[in-house]
């Protein structure tokens, strides 16, 4: 009754009309920070902190949450319509959701991640308003022990990621935990892997690598068809797609629901981060939806659906630990930790007793947060599917331009961009051999913590941690998920015999160019971590020889394995003798062209990119902005000039008043900037 009546009391505060104007204004303001590739709402809640002060708790609060509860609802925007996601929160969502767009279905892909977002929120609020008072015993049963064995399960969600490649997928995840161990070692302080440069010292940033893995390589492919994402003569009706997708997601609500309390209880675990949610989301998705391995990667709403339910349910999870021990489990809720203080409250046992109206005002904001924002999305959707219709030269200049800029938020250094650029050229290379790009970026998001947690766990249990309920079920869990795919291939040749006789002489072929190039890097890797200390290099040896002898059994099993025939395949298929298998990422729309066009044409954006980072390190990046823009729009496709002129001069006042004046972001240096500064400090004036 006291729930209840703390609850009550809570809702009449939140409805003051001061209140809601309020909350509105932190949805509108975290709408737009989703939108914009890389910015993120961290940047956000902490442009927004100083605001407060002046504001009471309950409004506080309302702020800073309508902003931090809306930004993963307009996520999935440039996902979904440009195959680009801004941040790697909506990374799982693009694997099905632009293929939708590409078939003309671009508003039903965002009707559902739209609808998955609002009830997976909603039911994230009702979740932590539940559990508050019974959730303090169960966050402090979980220990590091706990948190490795959920990080080796996140680990083994690759072998479902990777499709018909399971070593493929290994290789890449083991390539994404050695990159994650890049920089100083917290036990000794080894250097590992940094160049001798001072930018790697601290690490690889997560969002520099996130925009160049996922993003980076679908704006390349759009430049090389020089086409639009999607004809307008296939663009479905926008509003009925919306509605289809919503319809989607009522038919689809046991996933939701399942994939709503993943995400809420995996928040509330301090340092599982939404990138891994969506991901271990998805993959659950993958294994326990009927005909998912047929369909998911190829535009299945599901995949959709899945994804952005758990994401969008992690804020309500994600205050219970903030709220109950004061322990944040995200940078996000390491800000709003900042202004429970400074409004006087002490997380803990006076968040559940004294305080309980406040704890239940930021519930019913979290839920009032996500109706708010998924229905200013349903309102604009139609103009957002549309995007997908326009011009590749009208779309690629822009979002390249807040790709530089959302790079540049990882450290703010000029290793950022060239970051972006290394891994955007890696990943379209991935992308054309067919190597599944998830998990490589599973395994950097989850190769830190595995690292952390391991050391942590066997300094403070020895070797008694591996015995611990949770842990044994998760190792056990894992093991069946990374062998499953290599037994289900067995039982489908007809047992060890049959995959034996599958192997005949050797042949070769230029996919086999990427493994090779692969197994070279890391023995590089593996050459110099050998000089190390032993507490330094053991987990990177570990992981380093098991990325060694997955790559070559790949290269092995392509080098070695017959080819089957095209109809004897259909046939078996058609038998249930051997299920149809997919290759789980986006897919290339560029295959119908010369491999020479595509090279010379994927040459010519990625020299578009240097070029901006010439002019960037010449004049700075902001002058670059519009220059760059028309520079493109007139050599690319000879646009207009009433149409390129209003485009870069709206582009370079916006991002001078975002991110220049509002975000205060230090710009790195330039050639002009430093020689002005030089002038005036050395030269005397007249």
Not at 33 to 47: C, E, Y
Not at 303 to 332: Q, W
Not at 385 to 410: D, H, M, N, Q, W
Request: charged share 10%; hydrophobic share 55%.
């Amino acid at each position: 009754m006291e729930i209840l009546h703390a609850a009550g009391a809570a809702f009449f505060i939140m409805i003051d009309p001061m209140r809601l104007a309020v909350l509105f204004g932190g949805v509108c303001m975290g709408l737009a920070l989703g939108i914009l590739p890389g910015i993120g709402g961290v940047a956000g809640t902490a442009l927004l902190l100083p605001f407060t002060y002046s504001m009471d708790p309950a409004t506080a609060m309302a702020l800073l949450l309508g902003l931090a509860s809306t930004t993963t609802t307009a996520d999935p925007i440039s996902a979904i319509v440009l195959g680009a996601p801004g941040h790697a929160a909506s990374a799982a969502t693009a694997l099905d959701g632009y293929p939708m767009t590409k078939r003309g279905e671009g508003g039903r892909a965002l009707g559902a991640a739209y609808m998955s977002a609002l009830m997976g929120g909603l039911f994230g609020a009702v979740l932590m308003g539940v559990t508050l008072p019974i959730m303090r015993p169960m966050i402090l049963f979980i220990g590091s022990p706990e948190l490795l064995a959920l990080a080796v399960f996140g680990i083994s969600m690759v072998s479902v990621l990777s499709g018909n490649t399971p070593l493929r997928g290994l290789t890449g995840a083991c390539f994404g935990m050695m990159l994650a161990m890049i920089g100083s070692d917290p036990q000794t302080g080894t250097l590992r892997w940094t160049m001798d440069s001072l930018y790697l010292w601290e690490g690889l940033p997560l969002v520099p690598l996130t925009l160049g893995i996922f993003a980076l390589p679908e704006l390349c492919d759009l430049l090389v068809a020089r086409t639009a994402v999607v004809q307008k003569e296939q663009l479905m009706d926008t509003r009925a797609g919306l509605l289809a997708g919503c319809r989607d997601c009522f038919t689809h609500w046991w996933l939701v629901l399942r994939c709503a309390w993943m995400g809420s209880a995996l928040g509330a675990i301090p340092g599982i981060s939404a990138s891994v949610i969506d991901w271990i989301s998805y993959g659950h998705a993958l294994k326990t939806e009927k005909g998912a391995a047929q369909t998911f990667g190829q535009g299945d709403v599901r995949g959709v659906i899945a994804a952005e339910s758990a994401t969008n349910s992690r804020e309500g999870g994600a205050l219970v630990p903030t709220v109950v021990f004061g322990v944040p489990s995200s940078a996000g809720m390491a800000i709003l930790l900042g202004a429970f203080l400074m409004h006087g409250l002490v997380p803990g046992p006076d968040m559940l007793t004294k305080n309980l109206n406040i704890t239940y005002s930021m519930v019913w904001s979290i839920a009032i947060a996500n109706i708010l924002g998924s229905g200013l999305c349903f309102l604009f959707s139609g103009q957002f599917a549309k995007l997908a219709t326009l011009r590749y030269s009208l779309i690629l200049p822009i979002v390249l331009c807040f790709c530089y800029i959302g790079a540049f938020e990882g450290k703010r250094q000029w290793g950022d961009l060239y970051s972006l650029l290394f891994f955007g050229v890696f990943a379209w290379g991935m992308k054309h051999f067919k190597w599944p790009r998830p998990p490589l970026v599973l395994g950097f998001i989850l190769g830190g913590v595995l690292e952390r947690y391991m050391f942590i766990s066997i300094q403070r249990y020895g070797i008694s941690w591996m015995t611990r309920p949770l842990v044994v079920i998760m190792f056990t869990m894992s093991l069946l998920s990374l062998l499953g795919p290599f037994f289900k291939d067995v039982k489908a040749h007809g047992g060890w015999k049959g995959m034996i006789s599958d192997f005949h002489r050797p042949h070769f072929n230029k996919m086999q160019l990427f493994p090779a190039f692969m197994l070279c890097l890391f023995l590089a890797m593996m050459s110099e971590a050998v000089t190390w200390n032993f507490y330094a290099k053991i987990i990177p040896m570990i992981v380093g020889f098991g990325a060694i002898f997955f790559c070559s059994l790949s290269l092995l099993n392509d080098i070695f394995k017959s080819q089957v025939q095209k109809a004897k395949s259909i046939e078996a298929a058609a038998k249930g003798i051997i299920s149809e298998k997919i290759h789980m990422d986006i897919g290339s729309n560029v295959t119908h062209l010369p491999p020479m066009t595509i090279v010379l044409r994927g040459a010519i954006f990625f020299g578009w990119m240097i070029a901006f980072l010439i002019s960037m390190a010449l004049i700075g990046l902001l002058p670059t902005v519009p220059i760059f823009i028309i520079c493109f729009m007139r050599v690319e496709a000879s646009e207009r000039w009433s149409l390129t002129l209003p485009m870069a001069i709206i582009m370079g006042l916006f991002c001078w008043f975002l991110f220049d004046w509002l975000l205060s972001i230090p710009w790195p240096g330039s050639y002009l900037g430093d020689s002005w500064q030089w002038w005036k400090d050395n030269v005397p004036s007249a």
